[in-house]
């Protein structure tokens, strides 16, 4: 591991025990909606960020609605859940403490809603440990993405072999990798069906 100056921690099934909520609610959306909703609906939108989501369900499915409006009809009930029910996950508030000790930067950088982080890392007291919060609708890249921690690591001014992430899906942990970061993977029960490739292409792993 290189001289680590940057810690990126993804918020949804890394910091916070999140993903449970997150289950089927595009789904639920557009069931709302009155549409037969295909089986690869979860799997195809996994990875876009929020606004990429709104435009896709837009174009496959002919809503005429805003970008925006989707989203917020969308994550109505799951952004209750942020500011008063979802929890931390176990032995993250040490984790992040101790980055913050070893002086490195501390961010996060996630999918979802700026004040959707922002309100559950308060609640959960994780809040004060981070220096910035970045979301992929914000800086126009998907997780998928290598860019995406191409980009977080320039806003610091470091390589980004001096970036240690900690992320739990596997497609955010292949793009860090193949950004050149060193790479946390935390487990989530979301990804266990591809925990042994998550194993075999990240650094290090948490498992409970």
């Known amino acids: 591991m290189a001289?680590?100056?940057?810690?990126?921690?993804?918020?949804d099934g890394t910091l916070l025990d999140s993903m449970p909520y997150w289950e089927n609610v595009g789904r639920s959306y557009l069931e709302r909606k009155g549409i037969d909703v295909p089986d690869d609906l979860e799997e195809t939108i996994m990875a876009m960020t929020l606004t990429e989501s709104a435009m896709y369900m837009k174009e496959r499915f002919g809503i005429e609605e805003s970008a925006e409006k989707v989203i917020r009809d969308a994550l109505r009930n799951i952004t209750l859940a942020y500011q008063f029910e979802i929890p931390a996950k176990p032995g993250m508030k040490k984790l992040v403490k101790d980055e913050k000790d070893a002086g490195h930067e501390v961010v996060v950088f996630t999918s979802s809603e700026k004040n959707c982080a922002v309100a559950?890392?308060?609640?959960?007291?994780?809040?004060?440990f981070f220096d910035h919060i970045y979301t992929a609708d914000e800086i126009g890249i998907g997780k998928d993405d290598?860019?995406?921690?191409?980009?977080?690591?320039?806003?610091?001014?470091?390589?980004?072999?001096?970036?240690?992430c900690f992320e739990d899906a596997f497609y955010?942990?292949?793009?860090?990798?193949?950004?050149?970061?060193?790479?946390?993977?935390?487990?989530?029960?979301?990804?266990?069906?591809?925990w042994d490739a998550i194993t075999?292409?990240?650094d290090e792993q948490i498992k409970p």
Request: proline share 2%; net charge neutral.
């Open 3 to 11: 001289d680590i100056k940057l810690a990126v921690f993804d918020m």
């Open 120 to 128: 559950a890392l308060k609640r959960t007291g994780l809040y004060r």
């Open 146 to 164: 290598p860019e995406a921690f191409c980009f977080v690591c320039r806003k610091h001014g470091v390589d980004t072999q001096e970036a240690h």
């Open 172 to 194: 955010a942990i292949k793009a860090a990798k193949e950004a050149g970061c060193y790479v946390t993977a935390v487990y989530d029960a979301s990804m266990t069906d591809r």
């Open 200 to 202: 075999e292409l990240s």
